[in-house]
């Protein structure tokens, strides 16, 4: 916008320069009051100029204020989203952790149950194995006593047998010595 104000003012000087030299020509105007006239021209252009500029930097400081007012909104705006953002990722992550946790929790009282179940079986198991293992010992043991009780009943019988013969000889020897 700016260039196309000083294409418009470039081309009003130089209207007026064609004027003047339009002028200078029909009139001869002499060259003093010709140079007073360019000098005017000059000056006013100059001044012109001097204005133009000076609007140009006003508009452009206040573009750049603008443009500092909306980087500093834009990035406390990038900031705020950011935070939001990383404040959602910590809330998903630690829903995410205390969900995971959870479930782990509860797969390992799963596991937990089910190796007390299966302990709890493995021991009515051995329980109930090792009654078996009490009763054949049982059975043996009595088996085993009873033949070696037998045995030693029929050995005792045996010699109390055998006594009762020795003492039945010695008595029918009394009675013989008692005849003599």
């Known amino acids: 916008m700016e260039l196309y104000i000083l294409i418009l003012c470039g081309i ?3 209207q007026v320069l064609l004027l003047i030299i339009l002028l200078f020509k029909k009139n001869k105007i002499n060259t ?9 021209e000059i000056t006013f252009f100059r001044k012109e100029m001097a204005d133009v500029q000076k609007n140009q930097r006003q508009e452009l ?34 829903q995410n952790i205390n969900e995971l946790t959870k479930t782990q929790r509860d797969g390992n009282e799963k596991i937990r149950l089910a190796v007390e179940t299966k302990l ?31 045995e030693s009943f029929k050995l005792v019988s045996d010699r109390l047998e055998l006594v009762q013969k020795g003492l039945g ?12």
Not at 32 to 40: A, C, G, L, P, Y
Not at 71 to 81: A, G, L, N, P, V
């Open 12 to 14: 009003g000087l130089l």
């Open 32 to 40: 003093s009051s010709f140079e007073n006239i360019v000098k005017t």
């Open 61 to 94: 400081q206040s573009s750049l204020e603008t443009f500092r007012e909306t980087s500093i909104r834009m990035s406390k705006q990038q900031r705020d989203e950011l935070s939001n953002s990383l404040a959602l990722f910590e809330k998903r992550f630690t």
């Open 120 to 150: 709890a079986d493995i021991q009515k198991d051995n329980g109930e194995k090792l009654e078996k293992m009490r009763e054949t010992v049982d059975e043996k043991l009595h088996k085993t006593l009873e033949t070696r009780l037998g």
């Open 169 to 180: 000889e010695m008595q029918t020897l009394a009675t013989g010595v008692g005849d003599l």
